[in-house]
């Protein structure tokens, strides 16, 4: 194993064991220090000790000619000056050379979202299949929690609290949130618990597999998209858009952004911010139609 694997190893078991990180972004991060490590030899790195600016600065350039995308080359260097700054901190570098290379800056998308109407049709599931119940009782969750996909998968029923209508989720970093969930959900989660048994459950796991195991990350993407299909939605249904849904109506009707921001678990309000423009789009879309003097082409 060479010097550069083996410390880029030592490092995502520290990210594993010490920061407990999700295996999302270990995974993520490992990705990425894998194709540095295969771009090394090409900058002539052969120990970390090596790499200063300049060559930092290499690996963004071979990254852009392989087509790699803004945010994708944000992710690479924030990967990358993370990994340095625990080389630093191991006292194998002294300074860390990728913190003066600058990220490129990525277009900011707006998050879509499903509007209200199509979120009821979308939720009108009445089937008494177990299947169905499970599946509903998750997009009611999901919504009414405005949860990340990690999050719902990981429910274990312990994590419950139904009488005060509350659920507990372990989000990014391991942070811990309580956080209501509407009536609606509250019943659909108590059907669903009533049919839980009928699937053999292995484990305390929440939503389950036809298996009896605890339901993956992909099989809810794929019926969360095939509901959309059967209830007639025109936009292509997944678990993000039901988060951006959840954060967008609330800030619509609460205007409250600090509220929002610990619903979602967002450690900065300024990943929350992103929502104000798309209330802002709302507002400007009703104050066109309704007000006198911002009907154009009339005088």
Not at 1 to 12: F, K, T
Not at 88 to 99: C, F, I, M
Not at 137 to 163: F, K, P, Q, T
């Amino acid at each position: 194993m060479s010097g550069l694997q083996a410390s880029v190893d030592q490092y995502l078991r520290y990210l594993k064991v010490e920061r407990q990180l999700s295996p999302l972004t270990l995974l993520n991060y490992g990705r990425q220090l894998q194709v540095i490590i295969s771009m090394a030899a090409d900058i002539g790195i052969q120990h970390w000790a090596q790499c200063d600016s300049n060559k930092v600065k290499r690996f963004a350039v071979l990254s852009r000619k392989h087509g790699l995308q803004p945010a994708s080359m944000a992710l690479r260097l924030s990967a990358l000056r993370s990994f340095f700054d625990w080389l630093v901190a191991q006292g194998e570098l002294d300074a860390n050379p990728a913190k003066g290379v600058a990220s490129p800056k990525a277009p900011r998308h707006l998050p879509k979202n499903i509007d209200v109407d199509d979120i009821n049709r979308l939720l009108d599931i009445d089937i008494n299949d177990p299947l169905a119940v499970r599946d509903r009782a998750m997009l009611e969750i999901m919504y009414g929690a405005g949860l990340r996909l990690s999050e719902l998968v990981n429910i274990d029923c312990r994590h419950l609290d139904l009488a005060s209508g509350e659920v507990w989720v372990m989000g990014k970093g391991s942070k811990e949130r309580r956080l209501p969930v509407g009536r609606s959900a509250v019943q659909w989660v108590e059907h669903w618990l009533e049919l839980r048994l009928l699937f053999g459950p292995d484990d305390d796991a929440l939503f389950l597999s036809r298996q009896g195991k605890r339901i993956s990350a992909r099989n809810v993407q794929k019926r969360f998209a095939e509901w959309g299909v059967r209830q007639g939605l025109n936009s292509h249904v997944h678990p993000h858009k039901l988060r951006h849904s959840f954060a967008t109506h609330m800030l619509e009707s609460s205007g409250d952004l600090r509220a929002v921001q610990e619903l979602l678990g967002h450690a900065n309000l300024s990943t929350t911010q992103i929502y104000t423009h798309l209330d802002f789009q709302h507002l400007a879309s009703v104050y066109d139609a309704a007000h006198p003097r911002a009907r154009r082409g009339k005088s």
